[in-house]
């Protein structure tokens, strides 16, 4: 499995941003992908996931209401469209991926990183106040 996150910069507080996540290689029967993002110093968090064969999606709550993740399986592509950003969201946000055997459902998409077998290079978005 390939990631590749594009899209990240530097934005005002209450910008917007759109980051990218290309990816190949998934092989079986479901997969999800998530976004996480770490500053300095702080723990790496799990923003947003979604899933393939149902397309269920997950928010955490420092997000919900601004962010929105998609997914366009033609171009083998999941977004995260990222609004009234603030200082806070500012970390560099990585692109990651589970695959499984059986259908991924609501109950375990979410954004623990144990589940995340695949991770990209990252792509770092700043907010300036």
């Known amino acids: 499995v390939q990631l590749v996150e594009s899209g990240g910069g530097s934005v005002q507080a209450g910008g917007s941003l759109r980051l990218s996540c290309a990816y190949s290689?998934?092989?079986?029967?479901?997969?999800?992908i998530g976004w996480f993002r770490q500053s300095p110093g702080n723990p790496r968090e799990g923003v947003s996931a979604i899933s393939a064969s149902e397309g269920h999606t997950y928010y955490s709550d420092s997000v919900k209401g601004r962010f929105t993740i998609s997914r366009d399986s033609a171009k083998n592509t999941v977004y995260l469209q990222m609004q009234s950003l603030k200082p806070e969201d500012t970390a560099r946000y990585y692109c990651?991926?589970?695959?499984?055997?059986?259908?991924?459902?609501?109950?375990?998409?979410?954004?623990?990183?144990?589940?995340?077998?695949?991770w990209g290079q990252g792509t770092q978005v700043t907010v300036s106040s």
């Open positions: 290689g998934f092989m079986f029967a479901d997969y999800a």
């Open positions: 990651a991926a589970q695959e499984t055997l059986s259908t991924i459902t609501a109950v375990n998409l979410d954004g623990s990183e144990w589940r995340y077998d695949y």
